[in-house]
């Protein structure tokens, strides 16, 4: 029995280059099914086991041949087992990461003409900032790459079922309230919000300016007290359920034949090409040629093949960057520069407040940073806040901390709208920012040094609305070479190097 | 011969266990491959195909929809918005008044109508009746130029969406009627966006099958719009006979 649960095989790679083999530990149903069958005595048993052996052996080498470059085996392989390779590699299965996919497929030319894998480490998505996030999309930035991003976006979510929709299957419903996001700014910031609002205006964001006094005839329930100037999107604005967009890329990229396996990134096999510039400096360029996926539950890693990676693994992407040597070269050098995204720990408090304000309540940011939205009808609202830079939590755990919302949330809170002095908080969760400490913006695009990977990360609490669009730019950039619709060559890793940060003004 | 292996692998998982046994029995009978590996064979080299094909259908489905939308930049170029939306509201088989008017402009139940309104191009247009058509939220861009739009009727327009209703703040100064009744797209997030319609007076939203709690929906609309009278016919009907209207919600697509 043991030498049919593990038996080795060799596999000849695509080019012919490398020879390794392999073990492939699987429990096939026919081999059980038939070894129970025919357990009658051993001599017979050992004889039909050869000779079963024998054919499959015989069969497998008329396959292999049959198909050069294809790592099909008569059996049912472990499903979750990665393929042997794949044209490109995407580190991180949540919602940046199934967009990619999804738009990588969308844009291949023939049938199969890429081979795309998915590595996601925890099926169960229980710590991915996708699906803990507070699932909002606006237009009101300041960075225009920003107002784009998000702008595209939104189109994409109005005809989500023209991009989204699988056959046989029900239409996606993301339950969008467009409701707006209503900003507000104290004297401190007003000046930035007015500048803001005429870059939002010129990009084609339908965003309106409102006085203390056009404030509260439109919301008769807050209160005005500090406030100088407000901005209320018109359109566009509001929130979804973040777990159907990501089911919806996941879903409709599967079905156009993206692989997904459930396993961790440990790795990465690369090689390393010393170069001198034309100041005689030696610089060093990796090419990755393998990604260790190790399997869960389990010590053994397969490694694929591949010749592009994506590094879309959220809050962990800085760790994932680390395993190919990212930041890790000479003090002083270009290779000393690393990925700069770390999770940072952010608490979302949902509270229950029945006289609270109705349907009309939109995505309220408030100049102290604090946060609230309604969620549902019930009279439930979900409320947030990013603690000061010195006061981050720990980010081992996603324990939620409840005195953050009794001494930081709720002064905030009852001040901006004194129905909320009366409420009783009813769960909390926490997630993990993707946060980018160098200028808290999005990291697209390749790495120079590593001239394979790409970058999709740092998103810092953005990048949900902006996924779709990221996903369609990261895939010009494979497929066509350069970005086609959006040009957001101004959020590359050169600003990081050069240290130009591209700063977001009046960030949440 | 690989390319359709793979493919046939991807289509039916359980083609390699059945490829395993077919060549197990034919190495002792060497019969050629059997009917049904061959059929199997040929559709999943079919199977892909046939695929494209369905995906076709709602692409033509919608052409229909697409058509009847488009933006008419030739009209407005060289008549004016006002002809404009009127002829676009005309070919969607809708209804129009011009300000100033009393008479209004309709097309006829075979999308017949009177070319006379070519003659105002200076009226903006007050009322609109587009009730029962096809208009969606790009043809929303024919319309959105009128600065006097008062009365807009959308009932039963299976097109519109709350993305469409979230577009209406255009008319935020001057909307003062809305019927979005017997809309099978509407759900309370659209609805939330009515806020923006300051001078709103009257709104009908009788018959939301979408909507799961019409009557609380009902009651948070009339506090969100205080000035507006809300009529939702159909409503008591849904509280009492909660049957009636989980068997209308399943009828409908
Ligand atoms: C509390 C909170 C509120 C937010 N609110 C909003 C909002 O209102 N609007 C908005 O747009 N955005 C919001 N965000 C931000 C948004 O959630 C993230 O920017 C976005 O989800 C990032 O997506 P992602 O796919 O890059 O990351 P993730 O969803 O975290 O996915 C990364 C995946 O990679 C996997 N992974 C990591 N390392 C490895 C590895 N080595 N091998 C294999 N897999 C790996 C992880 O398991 C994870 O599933 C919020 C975030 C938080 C925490």
């Known amino acids: 029995m043991s030498t049919w649960r593990g038996f080795c095989m060799t596999a000849r790679t695509a080019q012919g280059f490398h020879v390794y083999s392999k073990c492939i530990y699987k429990h096939t149903q026919l081999c059980t099914l038939g070894f129970r069958k025919i357990n009658t005595g051993r001599p017979v048993q050992s004889d039909f086991f050869k000779d079963l052996e024998n054919q499959f052996k015989a069969f497998r080498e008329k396959a292999s041949e049959a198909m050069p470059g294809s790592d099909w085996t008569p059996f049912e392989i472990n499903r979750s087992l990665p393929p042997e390779r794949a044209d490109i590699v995407i580190v991180g299965g949540g919602v940046i990461g199934w967009s990619i996919a999804y738009w990588l497929k969308q844009k291949e030319r023939i049938r199969e003409g890429v081979r795309v894998l998915v590595v996601e480490r925890d099926p169960t998505y229980a710590q991915a900032s996708t699906v803990l996030s507070a699932g909002g999309i606006r237009q009101q930035f300041s960075l225009p790459e920003n107002i784009y991003l998000s702008l595209a976006s939104a189109d994409f979510l109005r005809n989500i079922n023209e991009h989204l929709s699988v056959l046989n299957e029900e239409p996606v419903d993301l339950q969008f309230n467009h409701s707006g996001y209503l900003l507000l700014a104290n004297e401190n910031v007003a000046h930035i919000m007015e500048e803001n609002h005429k870059t939002q205006r010129y990009a084609g964001a339908k965003v309106a300016l409102l006085s203390p006094t056009q404030l509260k005839e439109k919301f008769p329930w807050i209160n005005t007290d500090g406030v100088v100037l407000a901005s209320h999107g018109l359109e566009n604005e509001g929130w979804f359920d973040p777990w159907t967009l990501l089911n919806a890329f996941r879903r409709k990229a599967i079905s156009m034949g993206v692989y997904q396996c459930f396993g961790e990134v440990t790795g990465f096999r690369y090689t390393t090409n010393p170069m001198t510039n034309t100041d005689g400096d030696k610089v060093e360029f990796q090419r990755i040629k393998y990604v260790n996926v190790q399997m869960p539950n389990s010590l053994e890693y397969q490694p694929v093949e591949c010749a592009i990676v994506v590094n879309a693994a959220g809050a962990n992407s800085g760790k994932v960057a680390e395993m190919v040597g990212i930041g890790l070269g000479p003090k002083d050098s270009m290779a000393s520069v690393s990925l700069p995204v770390e999770p940072r ?147 590359g890793f050169q600003r990081i190097i050069k240290q130009e940060p591209v700063l977001e003004r009046n960030i949440v | 011969m690989a390319s359709s292996l793979t493919l046939m692998r991807r289509s039916c998982r359980f083609v390699s266990i059945f490829a395993t046994t077919s060549r ?217 006979d909660r049957h009636t209207q989980s068997d209308s919600q399943a009828q409908a697509p």
Not at chain 1, 401 to 421: N, T
Not at chain 2, 31 to 54: I, M, N
């Open chain 1, 345 to 491: 720990k952010r608490f979302i408090y949902v509270v229950h407040c029945p006289d609270g304000p109705g349907l009309d309540t939109p995505f309220i940011i408030d100049y102290s940073g604090m946060y609230i939205r309604r969620e549902g009808l019930g009279g439930n609202y979900i409320t947030g806040m990013s603690p000061e830079e010195g006061e981050e939590p720990d980010t081992n755990n996603l324990e939620v901390d409840q005195e953050f919302f009794q001494d930081k949330i709720w002064p905030h809170l009852a001040k901006r709208v004194p129905a909320f002095e009366c409420l009783k908080v009813k769960s909390a969760w926490a997630g993990f920012y993707d946060y980018n400490t160098f200028d808290q913006n999005a990291i697209v695009g390749i790495h120079p040094l590593v001239n394979n990977m790409f970058l999709a990360t740092g998103f810092s609490g953005h990048g949900l609305q902006h996924s779709p669009a990221v996903g369609r730019a990261i895939a010009e950039l494979i497929l066509d070479g350069g970005f086609r619709t959006l040009d957001l060559s101004a959020l």
């Open chain 2, 24 to 240: 197990q029995s034919s190495s002792k009978t060497l019969a050629p491959p059997s009917l049904q590996t061959g059929l199997l064979l040929f559709l999943s080299q079919r199977f892909h195909d046939v695929e494209t094909v369905l995906s076709w259908i709602p692409w033509l489905k919608n052409r229909v929809v697409r058509q009847k939308n488009v933006f008419y930049g030739y009209t407005q170029k060289n008549f004016g918005d006002n002809i404009a939306t009127a002829f676009y509201v005309l070919s969607l088989k809708g209804g129009f008044r011009f300000a100033g008017q009393s008479e209004w402009f309709r097309s006829d139940k075979r999308g017949k109508f009177n070319w006379d309104f070519m003659n105002h191009r200076d009226s903006p247009v007050e009322e609109v009746d587009v009730s029962n058509t096809l208009i969606n939220y790009t043809g929303l861009d024919n319309l959105v130029k009128q600065k006097c739009l008062r009365t807009l009727s959308l009932s039963g327009c299976t097109q519109v969406d709350d993305w469409f209703l979230s577009r209406l703040h255009v008319f935020q100064d001057t909307l003062e009627e809305l019927d979005i009744s017997h809309c099978p797209q509407i759900t309370e997030g659209g609805l939330a966006a009515l806020k923006n319609l300051r001078v709103l007076r009257r709104l009908d939203v009788s018959q939301l099958p979408r909507i799961q709690n019409p009557g609380l929906v009902v009651i948070l609309l009339e506090e969100m719009l205080p000035q507006c009278q809300v009529t939702a016919a159909g409503f008591d009907h849904c509280l009492m």
